[in-house]
């Protein structure tokens, strides 16, 4: 999840950049359409603003689109294509009533009042500047109030408005105490309604008062109208000369207009008439025919230019909507591989992802594979020690049951031994008796007494006591003497008889006792036995018989 959400803001933050980017070009573009428009290239300009409008427009940045399209208007107000310059005024109208501050209203109907005021449609121009100076209100807004009072002034003096004119003049320098360029425009319109008052000699001394402060290139239409202002005052005190000179000035001026010559020659040949100079009167009555098809050369010319502009923007506006398909087309292009890039990216993050997490998966069941085998390795150690210890309890049991059982034997064999010794001794008793008696006379004489003698030596004879005694021994001593025969089977009974009381562990004196022969001739049958059997000679007779 955290590599989706990275990545989108990643996109997300350079789509931002490059728009911010893209929008200052377009406040570039504007300023220096405006910069084209005051250089009085028209067409430059226009072809300028046009582009940038189109940009603001396809990226709905309204602000800017109300900047390109007041502009526009400006543009052709100058080049005095009215309809057209009210057209775009209407259209940024537009643009600030649905999308912008209250200010970009007042700014484009304020220029929308001028336009009207140049038709002469001050009915219009008034509707429009009172839209303006009520929004500034609303707005408080100190210097537009003292602004489009001046402009209300101006157009209410053109209307012959008088105390009209003079209450929105009284506002205006109430609010314009700090703004001086305005404040001498709501003097010279204080000065024309002064005329229209007939005070021209206060007309005249406010005029004089702010005319070396309108010497500037900026305020030449202020200036101009000012000389215009004195000699229509010269004019009302009889003072026609001084009013000709004032007219001419403002006739030399650089900056001043056809429609200002128009009205200065008209002026002049007013002038000159009232003075008798008729020729000079007819001259520049001619010289207002002259201006006049001046000023339709130059509209017409304008017209044609305004045309010539409008094809060529046309032409442009076709060009520029192929260059935005186009755009358009690469831009999905551009945006399909930034996808593309942004999905194998995600693609490769979410393979890596899953090659750690399968890492790590592997990694735990190696872990846990480890500890069962630990586990079960321990297990076999407890198993092993607990089968060990069973072991050495069984082995223990075991050892100690042989050595029950050996005991046993060997007391079942001691036993034995001492029945055979019991017996032997008592045998060895009776035979000693019977000798005796044997020497007595009177029982020699006795032949039934030397009968019975005899029959009891036969009797001693007799096997049947010892064949006893090695049942016994078979039974105390399972398949000793079954091994012993397989093993050496050239023993003889006597020998095997010997082996046996060996096997009891019974000293020679015992043995030779038992088979009434002396030590030396039982350590003698020991040696023959051991060399019949094959054993070496320093064998240990006892243990080799106890291994069987």
């Not at 990643?10 to 250089?39: D, P, R, V, W, Y």
């Not at 024309?192 to 001394?205: D, G, I, M």
């Not at 060997?410 to 008793?429: D, F, G, M, Y």
């Not at 039982?522 to 320093?538: A, D, T």
């Amino acid at each position: 999840m955290n590599y989706k959400v990275f990545f989108f803001l990643i996109l997300s933050f350079t789509a931002f950049t490059l728009k911010a980017q893209t929008a200052e070009e377009c406040h570039k573009m504007i300023i220096e359409g405006i910069e084209e428009m005051n250089n009085k290239n028209h067409a430059r300009s226009l072809e300028i603003l046009t582009k940038a409008r189109n940009l603001a427009e396809e990226n709905n940045w309204s602000r800017h689109l109300f900047l390109a399209t007041n502009n526009i208007g400006a543009n052709y107000y100058l080049m005095l294509d009215y309809g057209e310059a009210l057209d775009n005024y209407l259209e940024a109208y537009k643009i600030a009533l649905k999308e912008l501050e209250p200010n970009y209203e007042m700014i484009v109907l304020n220029n929308i009042a001028i336009l009207y005021s140049k038709e002469k449609r001050f009915d219009k121009a008034e509707e429009y500047f009172l839209k303006a100076y009520d929004i500034a209100r609303e707005n408080n807004d100190s210097l537009k109030i003292g602004l489009y009072s001046v402009n209300l002034a101006t157009v209410a003096n053109e209307q012959n408005e008088i105390k009209k004119a003079d209450k929105y003049l009284d506002i205006s320098f109430n609010y314009l105490k700090k703004a001086p360029p305005v404040l001498l425009q709501a003097s010279i319109t204080k000065a024309q309604n002064l005329v229209l008052k007939k005070q021209y000699e206060t007309a005249k001394n406010i005029a004089d008062s702010i005319l070396p402060q309108l010497q500037t290139p900026e305020m030449s239409e202020q200036r101009i109208s000012t000389y215009m202002l004195l000699a229509s005052v010269y004019e009302k005190q009889n003072n026609p000369n001084r009013s000709i000179e004032y007219v001419n000035l403002a006739i030399q001026d650089s900056q001043s207009s056809i429609e200002t010559r128009i009205d200065a020659f008209e002026k002049l040949s007013r002038l000159y008439r009232s003075t008798g100079n008729i020729d000079m009167a007819f001259s520049y009555k001619d010289s207002v025919v002259m201006a006049k098809d001046s000023l339709n050369q130059v509209k017409n010319g304008k017209l044609f230019e305004n045309s010539r502009i409008k094809f060529e923007l046309q032409n442009y506006q076709n060009e520029l909507t192929q260059s935005q398909e186009k755009l358009k087309a690469e831009r999905k292009m551009f945006y399909m591989i930034i996808g593309g890039i942004i999905l194998l990216i995600i693609i490769t993050l979410w393979a890596i992802r899953n090659y750690y997490v399968k890492l790590k998966q592997r990694k735990i069941i190696a872990e846990n594979n480890q500890k069962i085998a630990e586990l079960e390795l321990e297990k076999q150690k407890n198993d092993k020690l607990i089968l060990e210890q069973e072991l050495n309890e069984q082995s223990a049991s075991a050892l100690q049951e042989k050595e029950r059982f050996d005991i046993e034997i060997e007391a079942k064999n001691r036993q034995l031994a001492s029945k055979a010794l019991s017996i032997s001794t008592r045998n060895e008793l009776i035979e000693n008796i019977i000798e005796s008696l044997s020497l007595e006379s009177e029982i020699r004489a006795n032949e039934n007494l030397k009968r019975k003698i005899l029959d009891l030596k036969n009797q001693l004879k007799k096997e049947s006591e010892w064949d006893d005694f090695f049942t016994h021994f078979e039974e105390v001593n399972h398949g000793f003497l079954k091994s012993l025969k397989e093993n050496h089977p050239e023993l003889t009974a006597n020998d095997v008889r010997y082996l046996s009381y060996v096997y009891m562990n019974l000293t020679s004196k015992e043995i030779s006792s038992l088979l009434n022969i002396t030590v030396e001739a039982c350590r003698k049958r020991k040696e023959r036995i051991i060399k019949k059997m094959n054993l070496p000679e320093e064998v240990d007779l006892y243990s080799y018989l106890s291994g069987i």
